[in-house]
């Protein structure tokens, strides 16, 4: 009950960062890990909030310690700190993702986000994926939930990335209900050197 007010106050002082006026459910969380196991290798939780995803990603065998947590509320990472202390808890914005060293320099396997991307301007949600698959290897998957009726990532968006998007399951028992996105990469993307400096990659070729 602590956690689900705690959520709550959150959204009443923040509704467009927190999105939801309740912690994701066990439920959604099993859905959007699913596909994570314990050879997944480092994963990224962006949003991670209450830590219900977290709960289950430990679950699904990701060491603690192979956890990074990145969240803006300090409400939050304060309590993931306190709760996961091997984890690697970071108190900033997603967009910032990039410029961060991360598990010693390893690759993440997977990204889980529990962003709302929905009420984000398109700049930041390119950001915030550049970042994310700037720190998974090639074969990564970035994992998306909405609780709209279609990807949360605009088609004209994943086209500029590289990226494409599949729905891999949702669940009515969540309050709301959801669906949840595994986003990859069409083809691996060149070095960063080579991309344009404006943040706005060029459209994938053919």
């Known amino acids: 009950m602590s956690e689900t007010y705690s959520f709550f106050r959150a959204w009443l002082l923040d509704p467009l960062r927190v999105a939801a006026v309740m912690p994701s459910g066990q439920a959604l969380a ?6 994570i196991t314990a050879g997944t290798g480092p994963v990224i939780e962006l949003g991670p909030g209450t830590g219900a995803f977290t709960r289950a990603l430990l679950a699904r ?9 990145v969240e803006f509320g ?30 010693g320099g390893r690759p993440a396997g997977a990204v889980v986000s529990g962003l709302p991307v929905l009420s984000m301007k398109p ?19 970035f994992y998306q939930f909405t609780y709209g009726p279609a990807c949360p990532i605009p088609r004209i968006l994943l086209d500029r990335l590289g990226l494409k998007a599949i729905r891999i399951g949702g669940t009515l028992a969540n309050v709301p209900p959801a669906s949840v996105y595994r986003i990859r990469q069409r083809q691996p993307r060149p070095p960063a050197q080579d991309r344009p400096a404006t943040g706005l990659p060029a459209a994938p070729r053919g």
């Open 74 to 103: 300090s409400e939050f990472a304060v309590t993931l700190r306190r709760r996961y202390p091997r984890a690697h808890t970071l108190w900033m914005d997603a967009r910032r993702l990039q410029g961060v060293e991360l598990f």
């Open 61 to 69: 065998g990701v060491r603690e310690e192979d956890l990074a947590l």
């Open 30 to 35: 099993q859905v959007i890990t699913s596909e």
């Open 123 to 141: 700049r930041k949600v390119i950001a915030i994926l550049e970042g994310a698959f700037g720190k998974m290897h090639p074969a990564g998957a």
